[in-house]
Antibody
């Protein structure tokens, strides 16, 4: 069965960095686009970033462009989100989500990992 | 880019039908048939309910249906059940090759 398991969340000080991982199993990881979506406490969903199945194309929300980097290792079935220059407003549960190649919907989601930016 | 516009809350009695709207612009909802809907129960990850405006994934009840007219997409839930009580989010592809979500709608089953 499809599984997406995020890790790497925690408490980080403003201006510092954190890297999230998303371990995928139960499907051919290299055939799917992958996304990060976040949800601030008590707030709605916010799309963060996308990476195509081959890793060659990446897209970002304006709110994280230049600070966050999405990447993947298809040999390890793992998705990453490198978050630099973090701000209080980056505090959220971060979900990784799978998207069928060529499509823009998320058919499987991880359980999420909480990131708190605070001094 | 601002979030797609959804009503903050809707409610209905068991057995009734409700519709949640999702209004965007000609740069997102109005120009692409890439609207999807997600259901989220408290403390849980979102679940895909509708994709590409009208398509229902395997395993999702046929009580859920989607449609679109111009810049507004809609999710209709017929035969409301207690377990439908949740938050619902729409999303759309945009002309910037990004994805935008709606602000979310809290559905209360009375």
């Amino acid at each position: 069965q499809v599984q997406l398991v995020e890790s790497g969340g925690g408490v980080v000080q403003p201006g510092r960095s954190l890297r999230l991982s998303c371990a995928a199993s139960g499907f051919t990881f290299s055939s799917y686009g992958m996304h990060w979506v976040r949800q601030a406490p008590g707030k709605g969903l916010e799309w963060v970033a996308e990476i195509w199945s081959d890793g060659l194309n990446k897209y970002y929300a304006d709110s994280v462009k230049g600070r966050f980097t999405i990447s993947r290792d298809n040999s390890k079935n793992t998705l990453y989100l490198q978050m630099n220059s973090m701000r209080a407003e980056d505090t959220a549960v971060y979900y990784c989500a799978r998207a069928p190649s060529g499509y823009v919907y998320f058919d499987y989601w991880g359980q999420g990992t909480l990131v708190t930016v605070s001094s | 880019q601002s979030a797609l516009t959804q009503p903050a809350s809707v409610s209905g009695s068991p057995g009734q039908s409700i519709t949640i709207s999702c209004t965007g612009t000609s740069s997102d909802v109005g120009n692409y048939n890439y609207v999807s809907w997600y259901q989220q129960h408290p403390g849980k990850a979102p679940k895909l309910m509708i994709y590409d405006v009208t398509n229902r994934p395997s395993g999702v009840s046929n009580r859920f249906s989607g449609s679109k007219s111009g810049n507004t997409a809609s999710l209709t839930i017929s035969g409301l059940q207690a377990e439908d009580e949740a938050d619902y989010y729409c999303s759309s592809f945009t002309s910037s090759s990004t994805v935008i979500f709606g602000g979310g709608t809290k559905l209360t089953v009375l």
